[in-house]
């Protein structure tokens, strides 16, 4: 396949300094080559123009809105050229507000799209369940038709509407999930597949469910959205929020390599790497780790 890396190096849906560094430290870490080493055409985009708007006051509790939203705009604009050009695009973060504009420019594209959201939280509170304002634990409320009359529409969100519904989501490696966030689950029927769910039924069930619910015909295009914090600190130790009890990295290995063999991949996410938080080999790790199973996304096989 022809993949389209996009960097965006973004950090204003949380409050710590460094996931703009994430595109740099992969990029560094040598995932363009060693995806273009499993065959693949690959082609570096370079990276998102991010807009800083002075003076962005919190609006509704959420933080940075015009920043975050105007910079959304320019990613989904992006994505949905590089995916006008290129197959599959990977888009390198930048913390997880960065789903927004990816999802958003994925849909003009695949608008029968359905969503994988691996990670340790469920990144669906609106400005009013938040209790950070960190737009990066809301990015699913902006996109959900489902909750468009729960959600304001912020500045900066004007160019935005709803793109997907509630059934089209799908998570796997929940294990911080706010009050607010279980409401929203429940009250819509997402499927959710927390760490307990791992444990109870093994990743092998657990995938094979959560595709039959998003996509019980198999024939839609998938997103797939990694927050690194969705595998155990001891592999990703440089993100924001790290949660004890995470994925495997067989298990995430395998959660790469299932949806691969789908062959309807149309874009993988990898949010969340902070490179400022650890020391070097904490850093070093991370981003192996996290190259690691993007290459399993892309046909590099552990049966070869
Ligand atoms: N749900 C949280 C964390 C969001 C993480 C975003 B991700 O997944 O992209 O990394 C947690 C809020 N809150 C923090 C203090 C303790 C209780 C939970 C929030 O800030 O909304
Ligand atoms: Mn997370
Ligand atoms: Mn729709
Ligand atoms: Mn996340």
Known sequence: ERIGVLGIPFSKGQSR?????????????????????LGCHVKDHGDVEVIHVENDDPEENAKNPRTVGQTSKLIADKVEQVLRSDDICVT?????????GCIAGNARVEPDLVVLWIDAHADINTPMTSDSGNIHGMPLSFLVHELESYVPKLPGFEWLSPCIHAKDIAYIGLRDVDAGERKIIEKFGITAFSMQEVDKYGINEVVERALRAVDPEGKRPIHLSFDVDAMDP???????????????????????????RTGRLSMVDVAEVNPLLGDDKDKKLTVDMTISVIQRFFGNRRGG
């Open 17 to 37: 300094v460094g996931t703009e560094y994430g595109p740099e430290v992969l990029r560094n870490g040598g995932i363009v080559r060693k995806l273009q080493n």
């Open 92 to 100: 390198l973060g930048g913390d997880h507000s960065m789903a927004i």
């Open 234 to 260: 001891t592999l990703t130790p440089s993100t924001g929020t790290p949660v004890i009890g995470g994925l495997s990295l067989r298990e995430t290995y395998y959660i790469a390599e299932e949806v691969a």
